[in-house]
């Protein structure tokens, strides 16, 4: 079955600097990808998705995300983060395929944004 | 609209209180679902529905009904629940079920006691 890992729980990382958020997903014939947001007592905004394609893939807020087939990784970035980008940081996958697809999450990674 | 409401925002309920939870959108979305999120864990799936029809039922305990009484409205009834079953709910909609975008309400922080 499809997965996604995220290896890194919490990352600590101060304002104005570069960031990656860490995401790896089980070999398939076909993968589609998400990050999405949370921010605190909210629901789920979507960042960004990779369905087909370019593999450098521009989401809102700045974010980008890059496909690596040979690396199965699909890890987000975003050169300079600001206090406002402190947040619960999901990866997903699309897992099965038709009437059975489904929306898949990894365990999240909380971006904390220090002054 | 672009959104997707869910009412309410929060709920108190007690172990033998009837309730419900509602989901709307009005986008024309014909899939919708319903996710658990416990704290700090992320978003598990329970239902599917896909033009109104149940679809995908991830083995949810029967104190658990979904109910899609038409194309824009989700509902989840709530019976004799216990206390481990206070989580945020999620509604999600999108296009159809073979469009990889889903659009997420802002939840009901649900509360039994």
């Known amino acids: 079955a499809q997965s996604v890992t995220q290896l890194d729980s919490q990352v600590p990382v101060f304002e104005e600097a570069p960031v990656e958020l860490r995401c790896n997903y089980s070999s398939s014939v076909s993968v589609y990808l998400f990050w999405y947001v949370q921010y605190p007592n909210q629901g789920l905004q979507l960042l960004l998705k990779y369905l087909s394609g370019s593999t450098l893939v521009k989401g809102i807020n700045g974010f980008e995300a890059e496909f690596n087939k040979s690396q199965t990784s699909f890890h987000l970035r975003k050169p300079s983060v600001h206090i406002s980008d402190t947040a619960e940081y999901f990866c997903?996958?699309?897992?099965?395929?038709?009437?059975?697809?489904?929306?898949?999450f990894g365990t999240g990674t909380l971006l904390a944004v220090q002054p | 609209d672009t959104e997707v409401t869910q009412t309410p925002k929060h709920l108190v309920m007690g172990m033998t209180n009837k309730k419900s939870l509602k989901c709307e959108q009005h986008m024309g979305h014909r899939a919708m679902y319903w996710y658990k999120q416990k704290a700090k864990k992320p978003p598990e799936l329970m239902f599917v529905y896909s033009y109104e029809k149940l679809s995908i039922n991830e083995s949810v305990p029967s104190r658990f009904s979904p109910e899609c009484p038409n194309s824009s409205l989700l509902n989840l009834h709530l019976h004799a629940l216990q206390p481990e079953d206070s989580a945020l709910y999620l509604c999600?909609?999108?296009?159809?079920?073979?469009?990889?975008?889903?659009?997420f309400g802002s939840g009901t922080r649900l509360t039994v006691v």
């Open positions: 999600a909609s999108s296009r159809d079920r073979d469009y990889y975008g889903y659009t």
């Open positions: 997903a996958v699309i897992a099965g395929g038709g009437a059975t697809n489904k929306l898949i």
